[in-house]
């Protein structure tokens, strides 16, 4: 048996800010919602038009301002450089749009909190991508830790680990801080990680110790770089759990290796988005591969396996799930587990902490 995603009941119009890999994802789960794609608006004209075609939008828009000012657009995908998301959510809030925008939501806590206020004044939905929630298993996980099936929390050990930057040369816009923000490895995939350790968990990380390293100050076209490339730290949950968490795009033969792993007094649970379609379930007697097969998942994992069991799902179902669910929200249902802009804040506060914690080689506590 297989369910549906929460089915949008209203096309939504949607309008896309950026024109690379991330927009490109937003708008085939856009497409995948049933959406009418509008437009995308860039850093110029010519770059939105191309854009569009890319994209297979309607049209590129000459500017952000033009694209807010089309009153028929509900909702905006922001899909561009870190530096940029607080403003440009702020600015399509301010128009009265809907927002999903990319991860990091801002690059300090500070503008993060503006913009989640501001979306709850405005009573508009704005959510963020951290879409390895949407993984059926990873709600499965989810399920069974707040079932009570692992036990007490005991432990967790996590790690992102990707290696597109391991070679001295790789570059990306993301090394340099005025762009991409004061962190790196951390903003861009450890806030992955932490929010998925915390929505399986169902408990917060509320200290924590980091130790990050910047492997190469030079790269193609960068140099003097202070953004960190890989960051290991040792937390502390509320229950006083404790874990340990390696973050690094310097990994050589990982690609996107984000693995979770919670050890309770009666079970372990273990997901790894790269197998995104099993489960491992650890017990001292006997272990188990849990296989993905909707009609014995719980109701939520269900709701998001798209297709049987034996026919894989992976990172784009999981992003169509999450686009969906936020289009569900516009039409006023509240689905479940979708990730908003305080979890946006909620990530960039464990970044800030991450960063502190570096630089003072000392345990800090993390804002609530
Ligand atoms: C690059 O590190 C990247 O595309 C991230 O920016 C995404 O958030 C992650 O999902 C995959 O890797």
Redesign the pocket.
């Known amino acids: 048996m297989t369910t549906d995603v929460t089915a949008p009941t209203r096309t939504k119009r949607a309008g896309f800010v950026g024109g690379g890999?991330m927009a490109t994802v937003h708008s085939r789960a856009a497409r995948a919602a049933r959406a009418e794609l509008v437009g995308a608006a860039s850093s110029s004209p010519e770059r939105a038009t191309a854009a569009a075609e890319r994209l297979g939008l309607e049209t590129g828009f000459d500017s952000l301002e033009a694209l807010l000012a089309d009153p028929g657009i509900d909702v905006v995908h922001i899909c561009t450089p870190n530096a940029t998301h607080a403003g440009f959510a702020r600015a399509a809030l301010e128009a009265g749009k809907h927002v999903i925008c990319e991860?990091p939501l801002a690059t300090t806590s500070a503008d993060a909190a503006e913009i989640v206020a501001l979306a709850e004044e405005r009573g508009l939905v704005a959510a963020v991508p951290f879409v390895y929630r949407f993984h059926p298993m990873a709600r499965e996980a989810r399920a069974r830790v707040a079932a009570g099936e692992t036990g007490r929390l005991l432990s967790v050990n996590g790690a992102y680990l990707?290696d597109w930057l391991a070679a001295p040369n790789d570059d990306d816009w993301r090394v340099d801080s005025a762009v991409g923000g004061p962190s790196r490895a951390f903003a861009?995939?450890g806030s992955?990680l932490v929010d998925l350790v915390e929505f399986v968990a169902g408990e917060r990380i509320v200290r924590l110790n980091a130790a990050s390293r910047t492997v190469y100050t030079d790269r193609a076209t960068h140099s003097g770089i202070e953004t960190e490339d890989l960051v290991a730290l040792v937390v502390e949950l509320d229950s006083g759990a404790i874990g340990t968490l390696l973050v690094s795009?310097v990994a050589p033969g990982h690609k996107?290796a984000l693995t979770i792993e919670l050890a309770g007094t009666e079970a372990s649970i273990r997901f790894e988005q790269e197998r995104p379609d099993t489960l491992w379930l650890g017990r001292t007697e006997a272990s188990a591969l849990i296989e993905r097969d909707p009609a014995r998942l719980s109701p939520d994992a269900a709701r998001l396996s798209l297709v049987p069991a034996g026919h894989p799902m992976g990172y784009q179902d999981a992003f169509n799930a999450f686009v969906a669910d936020a289009y569900a929200a516009i039409d006023g249902v509240v689905p479940d587990g979708l990730p908003r802009f305080a979890d946006g804040l909620r990530a960039v506060r464990l970044t800030e902490a991450v960063l502190a914690s570096s630089e003072r080689r000392d345990w800090v506590e993390v804002a609530a």
């Open positions: 890999f991860k990707q861009d995939i992955h795009q996107n």
